[in-house]
């Protein structure tokens, strides 16, 4: 290890403790070099790692939507680069994004994507054993939500043994507390006399983000409270207190006080909820003065993240691959064409040029938003990938559209082809209000057989294989054409 990465890895460690301290800007800013610095060495592992760190950066700062820009970010240049346990622990990131915003259907469809991916990881990583704990909890508590009390039990059993294993006490206590609450809905309370006393015992941090241990308290209060447990709630309160206390964090400090409000309403003690009302009030203000400082300090080091990212992109241009999709790019496209072209003139062969266009695709990134309409991208990228393994080329030609290349193509390969990209898409059922064809998301595919590329330049391939995308797009979209030379 040079000397140069020995300071950069200190660098890493101390933005934990920044995070950890409030001191967000800061944090955001040292993991962001980071990755700058990741991403010029090569290191795909610890640039992962710093864009996941950023993204919870950006969360702790109220930013969600720059978190999720860090994750979508990380996500598309892990899949680039085949570090398949990774890419579980980006979609358990975007889950979690979801997960508090409530949207909790949402929220456990990327749990269930990040989980199945992480236990069938093949490049095991540092952090594998970790995550895989986390996103059992995560998964547990969105079907909590959603009130599917059998499938999240299932999950939480799962998530508690993974915890032991790794012996992390700070997951353990969670999924232990989520476990009561299942149970004593049942009106089982054996659970939960058993590990009463463990609970209640003191808070484990195991250095988790004050949210994650927000999160753990107010569902260990909910427990305690469902329960009947006043006195333990409040030595619960009180724990919490005295960490937050130490950090001195204003949204903390509300959601603290918070919690004590609830406490006295609930135990009746009128007096010690006006006191705390007052408290609450004055670090609301507190903490509307700070959030405004905290945007803006946000967007500065979304600045300097987005010159990073731009090196990421210009990056991934020059390897040929797409950043978003995985595929490769147009760059590819241009380099790879000629090369086909000469082989089919060596070979004789004939080619099969495709262009695939989602239809009304601007309509639902206004309607549904630009993140939305990004996975969107990587799914009818994954399922051009599937249609054409083994037998032809994929990339992303730019925008919405596809090209697909197909080299001594069977009889009617293009048809089966397009018919099996539609019928996969008309399954999946994708909701597009936006969409003049239908309220769903559709495809439109032009495609040219040539018996004799080599007669041709690729650019007039192409220019056929449009004329009958356009000849589609012109009779009503959501269709395929073939034509042959």
């Given at each position: ?15 934990r ?5 409030g001191?967000?800007?800061?944090a ?7 990755s700058?610095?990741f991403?010029?060495t ?6 992962a790692?710093s864009q ?11 930013s ?6 860090c ?7 892990v ?10 622990v980006?979609?358990?990131s975007?889950?979690?994004?979801f ?26 990583t540092?952090?594998?054993e970790k ?9 547990g508590?969105?079907?909590?939500k959603l ?10 059993l ?6 032991r ?10 999924i ?28 484990k941090?195991e250095?988790?983000t004050p949210?994650?241990?927000f999160?753990t308290?107010?569902e260990?209060?909910?427990l ?7 006195d333990e ?17 204003p ?7 918070e ?23 004055r670090?609301?203000k507190?903490?509307s ?10 967007i ?8 990073a ?17 995985g ?9 790879d ?15 099969l040029?495709?262009?695939i ?13 630009h993140?939305?309409?990004d ?11 599937s249609?054409?393994k083994?037998i ?5 030609f ?8 197909v ?9 089966r082809?397009?018919?099996e ?28 057989l040539?018996?004799?590329p ?11 294989a449009?004329d009958?995308?356009y ?15």
């Open positions: 290890m040079s000397k140069q990465d020995k300071i950069v890895l200190e660098d890493y460690q101390h933005a403790e920044c995070l950890w301290s001191e967000y800007e800061r955001g800013k040292i993991y962001e070099e980071c700058r610095y991403i010029e090569g290191d795909v592992a610890m640039y790692k996941i760190s950023l993204g919870i950066t950006f969360e702790e700062m109220g969600r939507d720059m978190a999720m820009d994750y979508l970010q990380g996500l598309r240049y899949r680039a680069n085949g570090l398949d346990a990774y890419e579980g980006f979609y358990q975007i889950g979690n994004c997960l508090v915003l409530e949207d909790y259907q949402r929220a456990a469809k990327y749990f269930e994507l990040g989980g199945q991916i992480l236990e069938d990881a093949k490049n095991y540092d952090i594998y995550w895989l704990a986390v996103s059992y909890l995560n998964l508590a969105a079907y909590l009130g599917e009390y059998d499938k999240s039990e299932e999950v939480f799962k998530g508690l043994a993974k915890a294993e790794v012996g992390n006490t700070y997951y353990e206590e969670t232990i507390v989520e476990l009561c609450r299942i149970r004593c809905k049942r009106g089982d309370t054996k659970f939960f006399e058993e590990n009463r006393e463990y609970l209640i015992s003191g808070l941090t250095e988790e949210t994650d241990l999160f308290v107010s260990m209060l909910a305690l409270k469902e329960t009947a447990c006043y709630m409040y030595k619960v309160l009180t724990d919490f207190e005295n960490i937050i206390v130490s950090i001195d964090l949204n903390m400090r509300v959601k603290l006080y919690l004590y409000m609830d406490y006295y309403k609930t135990v009746g003690d009128g007096e010690s909820y006006k006191k705390v009302c007052v408290k609450h009030a670090y609301c507190i903490l003065d700070k959030e405004r400082l905290e945007r803006i300090r946000a500065n080091v979304k600045i300097d993240y987005e010159e990212k731009s090196s990421i992109i210009s990056a991934n241009s020059i390897s040929g691959v797409d950043g978003l999709t595929l490769k790019n147009r760059h590819a496209l241009n380099t064409a000629k090369r086909i072209i000469a082989e089919c003139d060596d070979t004789k062969e004939a080619l040029v495709m262009i266009d989602i239809d009304c695709f601007k309509g639902y990134n206004d309607t549904y938003g993140i939305k309409g996975e969107i991208l990587v799914e009818i990228s994954d399922i051009i990938s249609a054409i083994d032809g080329y994929a990339y992303r730019g925008g919405d559209e596809f090209v697909v290349i080299k001594n193509p069977l009889k009617n390969v293009g048809d082809i397009a018919t990209l539609r019928s996969h898409l008309h399954h999946m059922s994708i909701k597009n209000e936006a969409s003049t064809v239908r309220s769903e998301l559709t495809l439109s595919i032009g495609g040219y040539v018996k004799e080599w007669k041709y330049s690729f650019d007039e391939l192409l220019n056929n449009d009958a995308l000849v589609v797009k012109e009779s009503g979209r959501n269709d395929y054409r073939i034509v042959n030379s």
